[in-house]
Nanobody, 126 residues
Framework: VQLVESGGGLVQAGGSLRLSCAAS????????VGWFRQAPGKEREGVSC????????NYADSVTSRFTISTDNANNTVYLQMNSLKPEDTAVYYCVEGTTVLDGCIYDNESYYFSWGQGTQVTVSS
């Protein structure tokens, strides 16, 4: 499985970006993709996840109501729409394939994830 992120860049605070994560294929028919990010000098953190079978999603409190995760199942692509961006959203963003759980997906535990993309840089200027 190969995941390739795109869509990062430089944007002013309050602006928007849409990240894309294109997968060569997914390991399971019922797959999960998560977005994580790592800011300079900080630990990597979970941002959001989505499950293909039912479209269930989860978000970190810091991005709820600003970010939206979605999928194009036919094209094995996952999107992260980021609105009202803040300087603290500056980070390298990674998409990752993960395993399913009983209900939905877990966005903030890397132990559930196993195939990482190379990352895309998002920089939000103040």
């Amino acid at each position: 499985v190969q995941l390739v992120e795109s869509g990062g860049g430089l944007v002013q605070a309050g602006g928007s970006l849409r990240l894309s994560c294109a997968a060569s294929a997914f390991t399971f028919d019922d797959w999960v993709v998560g977005w994580f990010r790592q800011a300079p000098g900080k630990e990597r953190e979970g941002v959001s996840c989505i499950r293909s079978s039912d479209g269930s999603t989860n978000y970190a409190d810091s991005v709820t109501s600003r970010f939206t995760i979605s999928t194009d199942n036919a094209n094995n692509t996952v999107y992260l729409q980021m609105n009202s961006l803040k300087p603290e959203d500056t980070a390298v963003y990674y998409c990752v394939e993960g395993t399913t759980v009983l209900d939905g997906c877990i966005y903030d535990n890397e132990s559930y994830y196993f195939s990482w993309g190379q990352g895309t840089q998002v920089t939000v200027s103040s």
